[in-house]
Antibody
Framework: EVQLVESGGGLVQPGRSMKLSCAAS????????MAWVCQAPKKGLEWVAT????????YYRDSVKGRFTISRDNAKSTLYLQMDSLRSEDTATYYC?????????WGQGVMVTVSS | DIQMTQSPSFLSASLGNSITITCHAS??????LAWYQQKSGNAPELLIY???SLQSGVPSRFSGSGSGTDYILTISNLQPEDIATYYC?????????FGSGTKLEIK
């Protein structure tokens, strides 16, 4: 059974950093591109970033370029999202998703609240 | 960037009826379109990919169609468990973008 389990969320002050993790199981992690998608409270879905199966290529939405870094450790079957210089508008539930483009499995999501 | 215009924003329909949700892309996305269902408090689930391919395990009451810039999600024989918000998403190129969502209510 495919499982994606996010962790690392919580309350953080504006301008600070936070790192999210997504532990994958039930499939061959290094065969798949992976992605992060977020959803602000009561709002719609927004794609954040995608990383290729081997980590060689990464893609970001404009609003996070230069602040967020997607990475992966294939030996640990884990996806990461390093979020720096956080802003109040980054407040959202962050989902990791399998496949980099159309997302066939999603984690349960982790909430990130950016507030002083 | 490709913009996805989804309509309607809200839909109310009766059990057993059929509904359609439309999604218009600002440029030709060549069928690279997915539809998702998100029930309250849950993560989204993939329903349809490549415009019309049904994801494994999804009931055949769900179907997708379209090409170029215009796409449709159809749900036939509405069931109580279909109460959810539905999103379209293109994946023709980066950045990937979602439609604004359609909230479905059962009358």
């Amino acid at each position: 059974e495919v499982q994606l389990v996010e962790s690392g969320g919580g309350l953080v002050q504006p301008g600070r950093s936070m790192k999210l993790s997504c532990a994958a199981s039930g499939f061959t992690f290094n065969n798949y591109d992976m992605a992060w998608v977020c959803q602000a409270p009561k709002k719609g879905l927004e794609w954040v970033a995608t990383i290729s199966y081997d980590g060689s290529s990464t893609y970001y939405r404009d609003s996070v370029k230069g602040r967020f870094t997607i990475s992966r450790d294939n030996a640990k079957s884990t996806l990461y999202l390093q979020m720096d210089s956080l802003r109040s508008e980054d407040t959202a539930t962050y989902y990791c998703a399998r496949r980099g483009s159309s997302f066939d499995y999603w984690g349960q999501g982790v909430m990130v609240t950016v507030s002083s | 960037d490709i913009q996805m215009t989804q309509s309607p924003s809200f839909l109310s329909a009766s059990l057993g009826n059929s509904i359609t949700i439309t999604c218009h892309a600002s440029q030709n996305i060549k069928g690279w379109l997915a539809w998702y269902q998100q029930k309250s408090g849950n993560a989204p689930e993939l329903l349809i990919y490549k415009a019309s391919s049904l994801q494994s395990g999804v009931p055949s009451r769900f179907s997708g169609s379209g090409s170029g810039t215009d796409y449709i999600l159809t749900i036939s024989n509405l069931q109580p468990e279909d109460i959810a918000t539905y999103y379209c998403q293109h994946y023709q190129s980066f950045p990937l973008t979602f439609g604004s969502g359609t909230k479905l209510e059962i009358k």
